[in-house]
């Protein structure tokens, strides 16, 4: 059903193209979704079926299939400086600052980082325990200095409230 939606809005796009060499309108149709705003998952499956189709007629009609490139947008950058980091978490409160470099110190997901209670570490090193996928206990390892930030806090609150007590929003 995913790749009918892509063909149909394929259709409509050469239509208002112009265009007949399949590669160069596969080209321009991933330039207009790019531009678009759709996320780059969904606009690589809508090229994907365009491309099968286009494999798929060729073939149908006994011609050479198109060698076809889809082209990359350019997305959010792979990583953050390190000062630029810093900077933003200077903005924060005290709690946030502090859940934010657990993200950064762990590579927790937000959810389980804001569902840490006392029970989840375990001590002298102060590892964080939690249900991985399937069920499976994972263990997750702490920075010195976060473990430093986090010990007290952990001998301050009850065990079974959380450490973090924002909401996801």
Excluded at 115 to 133: A, M, N, W, Y
């Amino acid at each position: 059903r995913f790749y009918r939606k892509a063909l149909g809005q394929l259709l409509a796009f050469s239509a208002t193209t112009g265009v007949t060499a399949p590669d160069e309108l596969i080209q321009q149709w991933a330039r207009h979704l790019y531009t678009r705003g759709i996320a780059r998952a969904s606009a690589a499956t809508y090229l994907r079926g365009a491309r099968a189709f286009l494999r798929w007629r060729a073939h149908t009609l006994g011609e050479a299939a198109p060698e076809i490139r889809i082209p990359t947008c350019k997305g959010a950058p792979k990583a953050i400086a390190i000062d630029d980091v810093v900077r933003a978490i200077a903005f924060l409160g005290r709690s946030e600052r502090l859940l934010a470099e657990t993200l950064l110190d762990t590579g927790l997901r937000l959810s389980e980082a804001l569902s840490l209670t006392p029970s989840h570490f375990e001590r002298p090193d102060l590892q964080i325990v939690l249900l991985g996928k399937g069920g499976e206990p994972r263990r997750v390892w702490m920075g010195v200095t976060l473990a430093a930030k986090i010990g007290p806090i952990l001998a301050s609150i009850d065990p079974r409230f959380r450490i973090f007590p924002l909401a996801a929003s």
